[in-house]
């Protein structure tokens, strides 16, 4: 699978290295949905943080709130599986998350009196939602979707990456860039991820 503009190796090593972590949580019981469900809620609340202008709370909150929706796969696995039940509950809880996070860096960009935060943040909220959905329907018809720049993955990568010099450095603009820059790259997602359905399936009714 494709993570976009994260490079594939960064990715798998990072699962790799919370491997040992899933398993010992597994040992002591822990299922994946609880994780998949803190990671949810963590994910609010950071949202929340960042929208009442507090992004080194809102940072810290959400590095271990991703740590949790990262670590949920894998503890699945370590538990030899994961169910039907935990896939749904992960898709929809990474919904909630993303729709949590745009929301509160439009808030942001409002009591900031940012209009480009504002604007980039709401385009990035809808795009986030387009592009899943558009590989949820390719592969309820046969086809596959995963090409483009910004899978969910890489979002939540320049989306922290971003946070992150506005909370440690207190520079503002970096922030508001890595929205910019997700409303453009998602946008560019979802174009892409309907020209390849749409060539996908033109080929199978020929």
């Known amino acids: 699978m494709s993570h976009g503009v994260v490079p594939d190796r960064v990715a798998e090593g990072a699962r790799a290295g919370i491997g040992p972590v ?18 949810g809620v963590l994910s609010v609340i950071g949202a929340g943080l960042l929208a009442a202008g507090m992004p080194l ?25 994961g169910t039907r039940l935990g896939a749904f509950l992960d898709s929809t809880v990474d919904r909630v998350a993303d ?43 046969g086809v596959t ?31 508001v860039a890595a929205i910019f820059a997700l409303a453009v790259l998602s946008t560019i997602t979802f174009v892409l991820r309907v020209v390849h359905v749409g060539r996908q399936l033109s080929i199978k009714e020929r």
Do not use: C, H, M
């Open 22 to 39: 899933a398993r010992a949580l597994a040992g002591l019981g822990i299922s994946a949905n609880a994780v998949t469900l803190v990671g």
């Open 145 to 175: 979707a995963s090409v483009g720049p910004a899978p969910r993955e890489a979002r939540i990568v320049i989306f922290l990456i971003g946070l992150a010099a506005w909370a440690v450095f207190d520079v503002e603009a970096i922030f």
């Open 57 to 81: 709370a809102a940072l810290l909150v959400l590095l271990i709130g991703t740590l949790a929706d990262t670590l949920d796969g894998q503890l699945a696995k370590a538990a030899g599986g």
């Open 99 to 141: 729709g949590a996070l745009f929301v509160g860096a439009t808030a942001a960009g409002a009591n900031l009196g940012q209009p480009l935060l504002l604007w980039s943040a709401l385009v990035a909220l809808v795009a986030s939602f387009l592009v899943p959905y558009v590989r949820a329907k390719a592969e309820s018809l």
